[in-house]
């Protein structure tokens, strides 16, 4: 098994845990930091729609919040048959805090994707520009 299959399979393990009873849409991720270290996340919605989290931000406040700080690779899964790309604003913080990481994207089937964070996100705002 590749890194990044396992990493995949992190991350369907995390959707598992998705709390999203609003949208019905389940959403795992799995940061991989370069201390060896995975990281799962999933979406949790709650009553106010608005503060609801990704699980993309999931996955990196939980590293950071354990003191990692230096990722390599982010994979995401939902169960769709078009695969799903970082929103907007994980995206600003897959950039700010992962930099041009590659990103899996993947379904249930095993349909799978790498984009790199640049394609995702090429002209990013971000400390540089302070
Ligand atoms: N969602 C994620 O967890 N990650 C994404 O990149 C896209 C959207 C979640 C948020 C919400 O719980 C549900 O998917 C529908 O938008």
Redesign the pocket.
């Known amino acids: 098994m590749t890194e990044h299959d396992a990493l995949v399979e992190a991350a369907q393990q995390a959707r598992e845990n998705a709390h999203?009873p609003f949208?019905n849409?389940r959403?795992g991720a799995a940061l991989h930091a370069t201390s060896g270290r995975i990281f799962g996340g999933c979406?949790i919605?709650n009553a106010t729609y608005g503060l609801?989290v990704?699980?993309?931000r999931v996955a990196i406040f939980k590293a950071m919040s354990e003191g990692e700080r230096n990722f390599d690779a982010i994979a995401?899964v939902t169960d769709t048959d078009t695969l799903?790309?970082?929103?907007g604003a994980?995206r600003q913080l897959i950039w700010e805090f992962c930099g041009d990481v590659p990103v899996i994207l993947s379904n249930l089937a095993g349909k799978t994707e790498m984009l790199q964070m640049h394609e995702l996100f090429p002209k990013p705002f971000d400390s540089s520009n302070l």
């Open positions: 999203a949208s849409f959403v979406n919605e609801t990704c699980a993309e995401v799903t790309p970082p929103c994980c």
